[in-house]
Every structure is written in structure tokens, then in C-alpha cells.
């Protein structure tokens, strides 16, 4: 248990609808990322939080968004869903912006019908 | 394009032996290397990591090597066992922008055969 939480565990939609997908980093870790991995893909980064501020872009979408909240824990919107958008998204945390290990969540698995 | 590759898709092992999972990049703002462990229904598992300074780190049955000059790590599984069985992912850290960004490869699919 890497201590980070990730709801809800699966989630299946219809194209066109908008889903938010929640993380709550280890305790103590200030930073927040989110990845995307499609099937038979690597992990993409999608974006970084640092203590509530965006730190980082990778290759996020302009119909995704996501925010950290004062508590830390946060949350990435996924709207105007598409097929290809199907995929494990997995949050993870580390202890500032500039640590090198990152832990990772358990995974919510997006199917879009 | 992609700055972190996994030629291996799959690799196959005897119990006991050991397993050599390789891993190549091409950008050389990188400077801190990981091998992340994932099992099915589960998110990837730090397993080891080494920096650019060194070329050589060792916790117990893993160790990583890594060839800068040739952009290549390896991680190496002495004896393998039967729980190792899973996707492992390399990965390569730079810090751009006062930001740490994780670069992963696309996985190798390790199977241990008693």
C-alpha cells in the first residue's frame, strides 16, 4: 500500500459526459500527479500540483482540467468524453516538487461507451 | 517521440536464473533513472532508482546499471522468483522549470516460469 487513494476504482460513462476523478496523496507529500496509461501504452504525465499551484504540463487535453485543493487532495475533470479517452488514470504524490520518487495510487480504470 | 524506450515487451525467465530488463533514452537532461513494478489492477510500485552520478546501485535481489554514455540502464533480478512476475517500467527524471517530470517507457512484461 503505496498510501495514496484513488476513487472510484472503475468508472464507465457515455461519450460526451464529464467525470471527476479524485486523489488523496500519502500523508504529508505536497505534490500531486496525474498520468494516463491506454492500453498497451506507457504512462503518460498529464499534470503537476505543488501545494495547490500547477506546477507542470504534460500532454493534458483542454477538455481536462484538475485542481488541489487546501486539504491536498485532488481532483482531475474529464469532460466531453471521447472513446479514446478509456484508459487507467493514476494519481501520484511525492514530498515537494523537485523529489525524484513518486508513489503511486492504485488506479481508476475510465471505460467510455 | 519517444525519450524512454523498452524494446522488450515481454520476457520470459527460469526460476532461479536471472532477468535482464533493458532500458534506452535519448535525452540527456536526464539525471535521476527508476524501475517502477506494476501488478494487474495495481498502480506502479517504486522498486529501485540510481543516479546519474553512479552506475551501479544494489537492494539485495535488484540492481540497476546504468551506461551514460551509451544512455542505457538496465535492472538486473538475481535469483528471479515467481512474485517478481509482473510489468516493470522504466522511468527518467530532469528537472525542467523547477519541475521534477517523470518520463516513463512504455513497460516490459516479465514472466517467471518455475
Known amino acids: 500500500d503505496s498510501g495514496v487513494t484513488q476513487t472510484p476504482k472503475h468508472l464507465i460513462t457515455a461519450t460526451g459526459q464529464r467525470v471527476t476523478l479524485r486523489c488523496s496523496p500519502r500523508s504529508g507529500d505536497l505534490s500531486v500527479y496525474w498520468y494516463q496509461q491506454s492500453l498497451d501504452q506507457g504512462l503518460q504525465f498529464l499534470i503537476q500540483?505543488?501545494?495547490?499551484?500547477?506546477?507542470a504540463k504534460g500532454n493534458i487535453l483542454e477538455r481536462f482540467s484538475a485542481q488541489q485543493f487546501p486539504d491536498l487532495h485532488s481532483e482531475l475533470n474529464l469532460s466531453s468524453l471521447e472513446l479514446g479517452d478509456s484508459a487507467l488514470y493514476f494519481c501520484?504524490?511525492?514530498?515537494?516538487?523537485?523529489?525524484?520518487?513518486?508513489?503511486f495510487g492504485p488506479g481508476t480504470r475510465l471505460t467510455v461507451l | 517521440d519517444q525519450q524512454v524506450k523498452q524494446n522488450s515487451p515481454s520476457l520470459s525467465v527460469q526460476e532461479g536464473r536471472i532477468s535482464i530488463l533493458n532500458c534506452d533514452y535519448t535525452n540527456s537532461m536526464f539525471d535521476y533513472f527508476l524501475w517502477y513494478k506494476k501488478y494487474p489492477a495495481e498502480g506502479p510500485t517504486f522498486l529501485i532508482s540510481?543516479?546519474?552520478?553512479?552506475d551501479k546501485n544494489e537492494d539485495g535481489r535488484f540492481t540497476v546499471f546504468l551506461n551514460k554514455s551509451a544512455k542505457h540502464l538496465s535492472l538486473h533480478i538475481v535469483p528471479s522468483q515467481p512474485g517478481d512476475s509482473a510489468v516493470y517500467f522504466c522511468a527518467a527524471s530532469a528537472l525542467i522549470q523547477g519541475a521534477q517530470k517523470l518520463v516513463f517507457g512504455q513497460g516490459t512484461r516479465l514472466t517467471i516460469n518455475p
Open positions: 540510481i543516479s546519474s552520478i553512479k
Open positions: 500540483y505543488y501545494n495547490g499551484e500547477e506546477r
Open positions: 501520484a504524490s511525492s514530498v515537494a516538487s523537485t523529489a525524484d520518487t513518486q508513489y
